[in-house]
C-alpha cells in the first residue's frame, strides 16, 4: 500500500472530468506530457498520488487541474503563484505545480509570479504561451510578437513582448526550460526534471492554440525544419544541432554564434558545452534569448541550479527557534513579559 | 530630597505628551502607562501621531502625541481631555492645547519656545500664553533641553544623544507630579540597553534629574496621588495593545484546533503589528509569509488553508479592497480564513492613522456576486484577543471566511488586562476528513452547520478540486445547472445565517427597557459605556447596546429594539450600521450620531447628544 508510487500508469492521473480544450489545441498533448511523466516523478521521488496538488489560475491553460486525478486549486486571475506558495509553506511535504498561461502569469499575475521565483519556493510552474488570450478569444498577450494583429491590436501591437526565460532569470530563476507541445517525449522529460529540482521550476510550454494564434509555432514543429531551427540542451552535451547534427554553438565576443562544424575553421572542440548548473546567469540568458532566424530556438533545461528554498527556509527558522524557546504555549505568551498580580 | 507640600489623591487623571514625530513620545507615553499599570492603575492608552515617520522638524504636521488615562476607578477611554499635556515645542503647544481642560497643566520645553519655533509651528507673535489664551492655566515653562545637556554634560555622549534624553526629563517631572515609582521605568532601560551601559546610566540620570527638578521649582506646588485600583478583579495582569491581543488569539485558535497557524500579509498602517507579532512567534511554529502585495496576503493564505493550515491575513481598508476577488474565492471554495480589517480613515489612503468605522459595508457586501461572510468586531484592545479567537472557531468549525474589524484606535490603544487561562477556552472542532473516508463528496454537508469537510491534499483516498467556478451540490465539480447555482447560492447564504445559533446571546447594559437605546459596535465601547453609565448615574433612562457579532446578527436583536422609546446608532462613519439595521429590520426608526473626523468620539459630546434626545430635541 504504501508503495503505490511504484505501480502508476498515465492512467491513475486522468481524472473523471471531460476535457474540454478545443479540439487541436496543444493543451491535450502538454496533458498527456504531464501525465505520462507523472509516475516516472513518482517512482523516482517516492510520491503517492495524494501528495500532488496542481493549482491554477484562470485561462485555458488553468482547467488542467480538472483533468488531473490529484488535489487541484482552480484559483483566480494571476494569482495561482500566490495559492501556490501558499499551499507548499503549509505543507512542505506536497508536490505542488503550478499551471499558468502567458496571460495568467506575466500580465495579471505577473508580481506574484516574479515573487514566487525571487523565494524560489519549490513549485514547478508550467507555463503554456501561445502568445495570446484564448479564453476571451483572441486578444494579444504579454508576449505577443510587436506588430501582431489581434482582436484588441487590429492594427497591430505596439508593445514589445516578454521573453518568459529572460523574465525567469532576471528574477533570479534557479531552472528554466522549454519545450514545444507537440513533442509530448522532451515535455514528459523535462516535467521529470523539473520535479526533481528543489525549488522554483519554470518550464516554458511552446503551445499552439488552433482557433486565435493558429500556426504561431509552425516554424519550429513542422518534423522537416525542426532539427535546423530547434536545438535541445542536455547538461555535459555539446550545443550542436541541425538534420545532419553539422551546426553548433559558439562563443564569439560576448555574443552566442551559430557555425557550420568544419566550417570557417570550427571544430568540434570548439562547440561550446552546456552547462545548466552554472550558477553564473550569462549564457543561460544568452541561450533562452536566442531567437529565430539568427539562432535555433533552445529546448530543454536550459538553467538547473541549485540554492536554498524558502519552504525549507521557513521550515528550518522555526525549527530552529522552537528549539531553544522558552514559550511552548499559548500560556506561556500571555504569561511573558512584564506582568503583575493584584490581590 | 524633600517633597514640598502635601499630596492630593485623585480618582483619575489624563496625560499628554506632544512633541516632534522624532521626539520619543510614543516611547514616553507608554512608559508611563506601563509602569502605571505595574502600580496597580487602570489603564488606557491612545497614540495619536502623523502618517509622516519625519515631517518637517517643529511644524504641527509633524507633531506625535499619546494620551494616558489612569485612574483608582475603571478606565474605559484615554480620556476626551488630558489633566496635563507635556508639550516638546510650541507646534506641539499648539496642536495639542485643546486637549486640555480648561485650567490644566501645560508642561513645556521653554528652549525651544524661541523664534525659530514660533515661526515653524506658524504663531503669529511671540508669546504663546497670550496668543493661545493659557492665562488660566498652570503653565510651566522649563528650560528642558539646557537641563539635559547639563545633566548629561559629563556622561561622554555625543550632543545628539544627550539632546534626544530631554524625553526622560520630561517624563521625570510628570514621575514627581503625579508621584509615580520609576524602578520599572528604570528595569525597562536596563532590558533594553543591555549592552550599553552608558546609555542605561545616562537614562537614568536624566528622568531622576527631571524627577528633582520638579520637585525643586516652586511652581508645581502639588503632587497627586493616584491609588492603585481596588475594583479591578484580582489575578494576574498585562498591558496588552488591540494588534498584539489580536495576534495572540489567532495564535490561540490555532493551538486550540490543533493546527499551524499561517499569516499572510503585506503590512500597512495600522495593521502592520499583527504581521510583526506574529512574525516574532515562530517559537510556536507560526509561519508568517510578508507578500509581495495584498493579494498575495490573501491568496497565500487561501492556499495555506486548503492544505490544511489555520490561515489568516491582516490589513486596513485599502487592502481589504484589494483582496475583495480572493475573498469570493475563499466563499467559493468553503475554506476557513480570518481576514483582520484594522480600520484606517478612508476613503483611498485617506487618513492611515486615524481611526474609523467606515469599512462595515466593505466587509458585509464589497465582493461580486452574493458572497456573504461572516462579520464580527472587536470592542476593546484587550477584547481583540476574545474577538479573534472567535473569528478562528467560527471560521474553521463552519468552514467560511470571517472578517475581524478592528480599528486604529483600539488596535494602537492598550489596556491592562487580566491574562485569561487557556483552559478556559473551548477546544476548536474543524470538521477535518478522515483518511480514506469511503463516498467521500467535497461539497457535502453537516446538518447542524451546513459545514463541507475539510480534506486535505496528502491525505488518501480523498483527491479532490476546488476553485473559483460554481460547483456541483455534493461533488463540487464544475456545474453551470441553474437550478444547481440556486442552490449553491443559497446554501452559501444559509451556512452563514446558521453561525446566529452558535453566537452568544446580544446583552444590554442598564435596562431592558426605557426611553433610550443607544447602540454602538466595534471599538466606540469605551466612550459608549461612559457616556451611558454617566447618564445612568444621573437617574436617566438610557442603556447600551453594544454590538462585536455584525453578520449574522444575535437572535434576539429585534426583540431588544422593540423595548426603547428611542435607537441611537452610535458609529464613526455616516451611518453604515444605522443602515445595515434599517435593512434588517425595518419597523424601527433610528437616530443616528456619526463623527468622521478620524478621531474617537468624545464622552462629553455624547452625553450632550442623549441629553438632547432624551429632551425630546
Given at each position: 500500500?504504501?508503495?503505490?508510487?511504484?505501480?502508476?500508469?498515465?492512467?491513475?492521473?486522468?481524472?473523471?472530468?471531460?476535457?474540454?480544450?478545443?479540439?487541436?489545441?496543444?493543451?491535450?498533448?502538454?496533458?498527456?506530457?504531464?501525465?505520462?511523466?507523472?509516475?516516472?516523478?513518482?517512482?523516482?521521488?517516492?510520491?503517492?498520488?495524494?501528495?500532488?496538488?496542481?493549482?491554477?489560475?484562470?485561462?485555458?491553460?488553468?482547467?488542467?487541474?480538472?483533468?488531473?486525478?490529484?488535489?487541484?486549486?482552480?484559483?483566480?486571475?494571476?494569482?495561482?503563484?500566490?495559492?501556490?506558495?501558499?499551499?507548499?509553506?503549509?505543507?512542505?511535504?506536497?508536490?505542488?505545480?503550478?499551471?499558468?498561461?502567458?496571460?495568467?502569469?506575466?500580465?495579471?499575475?505577473?508580481?506574484?509570479?516574479?515573487?514566487?521565483?525571487?523565494?524560489?519556493?519549490?513549485?514547478?510552474?508550467?507555463?503554456?504561451?501561445?502568445?495570446?488570450?484564448?479564453?476571451?478569444?483572441?486578444?494579444?498577450?504579454?508576449?505577443?510578437?510587436?506588430?501582431?494583429?489581434?482582436?484588441?491590436?487590429?492594427?497591430?501591437?505596439?508593445?514589445?513582448?516578454?521573453?518568459?526565460?529572460?523574465?525567469?532569470?532576471?528574477?533570479?530563476?534557479?531552472?528554466?526550460?522549454?519545450?514545444?507541445?507537440?513533442?509530448?517525449?522532451?515535455?514528459?522529460?523535462?516535467?521529470?526534471?523539473?520535479?526533481?529540482?528543489?525549488?522554483?521550476?519554470?518550464?516554458?510550454?511552446?503551445?499552439?492554440?488552433?482557433?486565435?494564434?493558429?500556426?504561431?509555432?509552425?516554424?519550429?514543429?513542422?518534423?522537416?525544419?525542426?532539427?535546423?531551427?530547434?536545438?535541445?540542451?542536455?547538461?555535459?552535451?555539446?550545443?550542436?544541432?541541425?538534420?545532419?547534427?553539422?551546426?553548433?554553438?559558439?562563443?564569439?565576443?560576448?555574443?552566442?554564434?551559430?557555425?557550420?562544424?568544419?566550417?570557417?575553421?570550427?571544430?568540434?572542440?570548439?562547440?561550446?558545452?552546456?552547462?545548466?548548473?552554472?550558477?553564473?546567469?550569462?549564457?543561460?540568458?544568452?541561450?533562452?534569448?536566442?531567437?529565430?532566424?539568427?539562432?535555433?530556438?533552445?529546448?530543454?533545461?536550459?538553467?538547473?541550479?541549485?540554492?536554498?528554498?524558502?519552504?525549507?527556509?521557513?521550515?528550518?527558522?522555526?525549527?530552529?527557534?522552537?528549539?531553544?524557546?522558552?514559550?511552548?504555549?499559548?500560556?506561556?505568551?500571555?504569561?511573558?513579559?512584564?506582568?503583575?498580580?493584584?490581590? | 530630597m524633600?517633597k514640598q507640600t502635601g499630596v492630593q489623591?485623585l480618582?483619575e487623571v489624563a496625560v499628554r505628551f506632544s512633541g516632534d514625530s522624532g521626539d520619543g513620545m510614543q516611547l514616553t507615553g507608554t512608559l508611563f502607562a506601563?509602569a502605571s499599570?505595574?502600580?496597580?492603575?487602570?489603564v488606557s492608552t491612545f497614540p495619536d501621531y502623523p502618517a509622516e515617520i519625519r515631517a518637517p522638524q517643529g511644524t504641527i504636521g509633524g507633531v506625535s502625541g499619546f494620551q494616558v488615562h489612569i485612574g483608582?476607578?475603571?478606565v474605559?477611554t484615554p480620556g476626551d481631555y488630558c489633566d496635563v499635556l507635556v508639550a516638546m515645542n510650541p507646534a506641539a503647544l499648539k496642536a495639542n492645547i485643546k486637549w486640555v481642560k480648561k485650567g490644566g497643566m501645560v508642561i513645556a520645553d521653554a528652549d525651544q519656545f524661541n523664534e525659530k519655533g514660533y515661526q515653524r509651528a506658524g504663531y503669529k507673535t511671540l508669546d504663546a500664553v497670550t496668543e493661545l489664551n493659557l492665562q488660566d492655566y498652570k503653565v510651566i515653562m522649563a528650560p528642558i533641553t539646557t537641563l539635559t545637556k547639563e545633566s548629561l554634560k559629563?556622561s561622554?555622549l555625543d550632543n545628539k544623544s544627550i539632546v534626544r534624553s530631554k524625553n526622560m526629563f520630561a517624563l521625570g517631572m510628570v514621575y514627581y507630579i503625579f508621584d509615580r515609582?520609576m524602578?520599572?521605568t528604570?528595569?525597562?532601560?536596563?532590558?533594553?540597553?543591555?549592552?550599553?551601559?552608558?546609555?542605561?546610566?545616562a537614562n537614568?540620570k536624566v528622568l531622576q534629574d527631571g524627577y528633582n527638578y520638579a520637585a525643586n521649582i516652586q511652581a508645581i506646588p502639588n503632587t497627586y496621588?493616584i491609588?492603585?485600583?481596588?475594583?479591578?478583579?484580582?489575578?494576574?495582569?498585562?498591558?496588552?495593545?488591540?494588534?498584539?491581543?489580536?495576534?495572540?488569539?489567532?495564535?490561540?485558535?490555532?493551538?486550540?484546533?490543533?493546527?499551524?497557524?499561517?499569516?499572510?500579509?503585506?503590512?500597512?498602517t495600522p495593521?502592520?503589528?499583527?504581521?510583526?507579532?506574529?512574525?516574532?512567534?515562530?517559537?510556536?511554529?507560526?509561519?508568517?509569509?510578508?507578500?509581495?502585495?495584498?493579494?498575495?496576503?490573501?491568496?497565500?493564505?487561501?492556499?495555506?488553508?486548503?492544505?490544511?493550515?489555520?490561515?489568516?491575513?491582516?490589513?486596513?481598508?485599502?487592502?481589504?479592497?484589494?483582496?475583495?476577488?480572493?475573498?469570493?474565492?475563499?466563499?467559493?471554495?468553503?475554506?476557513?480564513?480570518?481576514?483582520?480589517?484594522?480600520?484606517r480613515g478612508?476613503?483611498?489612503t485617506g487618513l492611515p492613522t486615524k481611526t474609523e468605522?467606515?469599512?462595515?459595508?466593505?466587509?458585509?457586501?464589497?465582493?461580486?456576486?452574493?458572497?456573504?461572510?461572516?462579520?464580527?468586531?472587536?470592542?476593546?484592545?484587550?477584547?481583540?484577543?476574545?474577538?479573534?479567537?472567535?473569528?478562528?472557531?467560527?471560521?474553521?468549525?463552519?468552514?467560511?471566511?470571517?472578517?475581524?474589524?478592528?480599528?486604529g484606535f483600539?488596535?494602537n490603544g492598550?489596556?491592562?488586562?487580566?491574562?485569561?487561562?487557556?483552559?478556559?477556552?473551548?477546544?476548536?472542532?474543524?470538521?477535518?476528513?478522515?483518511?480514506?473516508?469511503?463516498?467521500?463528496?467535497?461539497?457535502?454537508?453537516?446538518?447542524?452547520?451546513?459545514?463541507?469537510?475539510?480534506?486535505?491534499?496528502?491525505?488518501?483516498?480523498?483527491?479532490?478540486?476546488?476553485?473559483?467556478?460554481?460547483?456541483?451540490?455534493?461533488?463540487?465539480?464544475?456545474?453551470?445547472?441553474?437550478?444547481?447555482?440556486?442552490?449553491?447560492?443559497?446554501?452559501?447564504?444559509?451556512?452563514?445565517?446558521?453561525?446566529?445559533?452558535?453566537?452568544?446571546?446580544?446583552?444590554?447594559?442598564?435596562?431592558?427597557?426605557?426611553?433610550?437605546?443607544?447602540?454602538?459596535?466595534?471599538?466606540?465601547?469605551?466612550h459608549?459605556?461612559d457616556?451611558?453609565?454617566?447618564?445612568?448615574?444621573?437617574?436617566?433612562?438610557?442603556?447600551?447596546?453594544?454590538?462585536?457579532?455584525?453578520?449574522?446578527?444575535?437572535?434576539?436583536?429585534?426583540?431588544?429594539?422593540?423595548?426603547?422609546?428611542?435607537?441611537?446608532?452610535?458609529?464613526l462613519?455616516?451611518?453604515?450600521?444605522?443602515?445595515?439595521?434599517?435593512?434588517?429590520?425595518?419597523?424601527?426608526?433610528?437616530?443616528?450620531?456619526n463623527k468622521v473626523q478620524g478621531l474617537p468620539f468624545t464622552v462629553v459630546e455624547l452625553v450632550e447628544k442623549?441629553?438632547?434626545?432624551?429632551?425630546?430635541?
Amino acid at each position: 500500500m504504501e508503495e503505490q508510487y511504484l505501480n502508476y500508469t498515465p492512467q491513475d492521473f486522468k481524472s473523471d472530468q471531460e476535457v474540454r480544450w478545443c479540439p487541436g489545441c496543444g493543451d491535450h498533448a502538454i496533458l498527456s506530457a504531464v501525465q505520462k511523466a507523472l509516475p516516472e516523478v513518482s517512482k523516482e521521488l517516492k510520491y503517492n498520488i495524494e501528495r500532488y496538488v496542481f493549482v491554477s489560475g484562470i485561462g485555458c491553460s488553468s482547467r488542467f487541474p480538472y483533468y488531473v486525478n490529484t488535489y487541484g486549486f482552480h484559483g483566480i486571475h494571476g494569482r495561482a503563484s500566490a495559492i501556490a506558495t501558499g499551499v507548499k509553506v503549509a505543507n512542505p511535504t506536497l508536490s505542488v505545480w503550478q499551471i499558468t498561461g502567458d496571460g495568467d502569469a506575466l500580465a495579471i499575475g505577473g508580481n506574484h509570479f516574479i515573487h514566487a521565483i525571487r523565494r524560489n519556493i519549490d513549485v514547478n510552474i508550467l507555463l503554456f504561451n501561445n502568445q495570446i488570450y484564448g479564453l476571451t478569444k483572441g486578444q494579444y498577450s504579454p508576449t505577443s510578437p510587436l506588430g501582431k494583429i489581434t482582436k484588441t491590436s487590429p492594427f497591430g501591437t505596439v508593445e514589445h513582448p516578454f521573453r518568459p526565460g529572460e523574465l525567469v532569470i532576471g528574477a533570479q530563476g534557479k531552472f528554466f526550460a522549454r519545450t514545444l507541445d507537440v513533442d509530448v517525449k522532451l515535455t514528459s522529460e523535462i516535467m521529470v526534471e523539473a520535479a526533481k529540482h528543489d525549488g522554483t521550476s519554470v518550464v516554458e510550454i511552446l503551445q499552439n492554440c488552433v482557433i486565435f494564434n493558429d500556426g504561431a509555432y509552425d516554424f519550429i514543429s513542422s518534423k522537416e525544419t525542426r532539427d535546423d531551427r530547434v536545438i535541445v540542451l542536455h547538461h555535459g552535451e555539446k550545443m550542436v544541432f541541425g538534420k545532419n547534427r553539422d551546426k553548433g554553438l559558439v562563443l564569439s565576443g560576448l555574443s552566442l554564434k551559430v557555425v557550420t562544424i568544419g566550417q570557417g575553421g570550427f571544430t568540434m572542440d570548439d562547440i561550446l558545452v552546456h552547462d545548466a548548473y552554472n550558477p553564473n546567469p550569462g549564457v543561460h540568458m544568452m541561450l533562452a534569448n536566442m531567437e529565430f532566424p539568427e539562432y535555433p530556438i533552445a529546448l530543454g533545461v536550459i538553467r538547473n541550479v541549485k540554492d536554498s528554498t524558502y519552504d525549507d527556509n521557513v521550515r528550518d527558522q522555526v525549527l530552529e527557534v522552537m528549539k531553544d524557546a522558552k514559550i511552548k504555549c499559548v500560556d506561556d505568551l500571555l504569561n511573558s513579559g512584564e506582568t503583575w498580580e493584584v490581590k | 530630597m524633600e517633597k514640598q507640600t502635601g499630596v492630593q489623591e485623585l480618582d483619575e487623571v489624563a496625560v499628554r505628551f506632544s512633541g516632534d514625530s522624532g521626539d520619543g513620545m510614543q516611547l514616553t507615553g507608554t512608559l508611563f502607562a506601563d509602569a502605571s499599570a505595574l502600580f496597580g492603575n487602570d489603564v488606557s492608552t491612545f497614540p495619536d501621531y502623523p502618517a509622516e515617520i519625519r515631517a518637517p522638524q517643529g511644524t504641527i504636521g509633524g507633531v506625535s502625541g499619546f494620551q494616558v488615562h489612569i485612574g483608582s476607578k475603571k478606565v474605559n477611554t484615554p480620556g476626551d481631555y488630558c489633566d496635563v499635556l507635556v508639550a516638546m515645542n510650541p507646534a506641539a503647544l499648539k496642536a495639542n492645547i485643546k486637549w486640555v481642560k480648561k485650567g490644566g497643566m501645560v508642561i513645556a520645553d521653554a528652549d525651544q519656545f524661541n523664534e525659530k519655533g514660533y515661526q515653524r509651528a506658524g504663531y503669529k507673535t511671540l508669546d504663546a500664553v497670550t496668543e493661545l489664551n493659557l492665562q488660566d492655566y498652570k503653565v510651566i515653562m522649563a528650560p528642558i533641553t539646557t537641563l539635559t545637556k547639563e545633566s548629561l554634560k559629563d556622561s561622554g555622549l555625543d550632543n545628539k544623544s544627550i539632546v534626544r534624553s530631554k524625553n526622560m526629563f520630561a517624563l521625570g517631572m510628570v514621575y514627581y507630579i503625579f508621584d509615580r515609582p520609576m524602578n520599572f521605568t528604570e528595569t525597562y532601560f536596563e532590558t533594553k540597553f543591555k549592552k550599553k551601559p552608558e546609555i542605561i546610566e545616562a537614562n537614568k540620570k536624566v528622568l531622576q534629574d527631571g524627577y528633582n527638578y520638579a520637585a525643586n521649582i516652586q511652581a508645581i506646588p502639588n503632587t497627586y496621588s493616584i491609588k492603585p485600583s481596588k475594583i479591578l478583579p484580582k489575578g494576574k495582569y498585562r498591558t496588552v495593545s488591540g494588534n498584539t491581543a489580536t495576534a495572540w488569539g489567532l495564535i490561540a485558535a490555532a493551538e486550540k484546533a490543533g493546527l499551524p497557524l499561517f499569516c499572510g500579509s503585506y503590512p500597512i498602517t495600522p495593521a502592520t503589528d499583527i504581521l510583526a507579532e506574529l512574525s516574532k512567534r515562530k517559537d510556536l511554529g507560526v509561519k508568517t509569509l510578508q507578500a509581495e502585495d495584498e493579494i498575495a496576503g490573501i491568496c497565500t493564505a487561501i492556499g495555506a488553508s486548503f492544505a490544511g493550515n489555520f490561515a489568516v491575513t491582516s490589513t486596513s481598508g485599502p487592502g481589504l479592497s484589494l483582496k475583495s476577488e480572493a475573498l469570493g474565492l475563499a466563499v467559493m471554495t468553503e475554506l476557513p480564513l480570518v481576514v483582520v480589517d484594522v480600520q484606517r480613515g478612508g476613503p483611498s489612503t485617506g487618513l492611515p492613522t486615524k481611526t474609523e468605522q467606515a469599512d462595515l459595508m466593505q466587509a458585509l457586501w464589497g465582493r461580486n456576486g452574493e458572497a456573504p461572510v461572516v462579520v464580527i468586531s472587536a470592542t476593546s484592545p484587550s477584547n481583540c484577543f476574545d474577538a479573534a479567537f472567535n473569528a478562528g472557531k467560527i471560521a474553521m468549525e463552519h468552514m467560511t471566511p470571517v472578517i475581524l474589524l478592528t480599528d486604529g484606535f483600539i488596535a494602537n490603544g492598550s489596556e491592562p488586562w487580566l491574562i485569561p487561562n487557556m483552559k478556559e477556552y473551548p477546544k476548536i472542532n474543524p470538521p477535518l476528513v478522515e483518511e480514506g473516508t469511503q463516498g467521500y463528496m467535497p461539497y457535502a454537508r453537516d446538518d447542524k452547520r451546513l459545514a463541507r469537510g475539510w480534506a486535505l491534499p496528502g491525505k488518501k483516498g480523498l483527491t479532490h478540486r476546488v476553485g473559483g467556478l460554481e460547483k456541483d451540490f455534493l461533488k463540487g465539480s464544475l456545474s453551470h445547472d441553474p437550478i444547481n447555482h440556486q442552490r449553491m447560492v443559497d446554501i452559501r447564504a444559509a451556512k452563514v445565517e446558521r453561525v446566529r445559533e452558535f453566537i452568544p446571546e446580544q446583552k444590554v447594559i442598564g435596562d431592558s427597557e426605557g426611553d433610550l437605546l443607544v447602540i454602538g459596535w466595534g471599538g466606540t465601547y469605551g466612550h459608549l459605556l461612559d457616556a451611558v453609565t454617566d447618564l445612568r448615574e444621573k437617574g436617566k433612562s438610557v442603556s447600551l447596546c453594544h454590538f462585536s457579532y455584525i453578520n449574522p446578527l444575535p437572535k434576539n436583536t429585534r426583540d431588544i429594539l422593540s423595548r426603547y422609546k428611542k435607537l441611537v446608532v452610535c458609529e464613526l462613519n455616516m451611518g453604515q450600521f444605522a443602515n445595515y439595521l434599517r435593512m434588517n429590520f425595518q419597523e424601527f426608526n433610528y437616530l443616528q450620531f456619526n463623527k468622521v473626523q478620524g478621531l474617537p468620539f468624545t464622552v462629553v459630546e455624547l452625553v450632550e447628544k442623549f441629553n438632547q434626545l432624551l429632551e425630546g430635541k
